[in-house]
């Protein structure tokens, strides 16, 4: 696919998405449902996002250790 047609789809997606949180929709309150939803997801972000930063942190010290004992 063209990424032009790509970039045309994403822009119509963002727009969607903008409308589906946007006050007085048809939707109803969307926003408070997505308040709800980040409440309950930001702490699981927060613990996977940490353990993800400490292993890749592990990993490169114990990189550096091979490294040391190669030279």
């Given at each position: 696919?063209?990424?032009?047609i790509k970039l ?64």
């Amino acid at each position: 696919m063209h990424s032009g047609i790509k970039l045309i789809i994403g822009i119509l997606i963002f727009i969607v998405g903008l409308y589906w949180y946007m006050p007085g929709n048809a939707l109803g309150s969307t926003l408070a449902d997505l308040k709800v939803v980040f409440m309950g997801v930001f702490g699981l972000f927060l613990i996977f996002l940490g353990l993800i930063v400490a292993w890749i942190e592990y990993e490169d010290l114990r990189w550096e250790s091979k490294e040391k004992t190669r030279i």
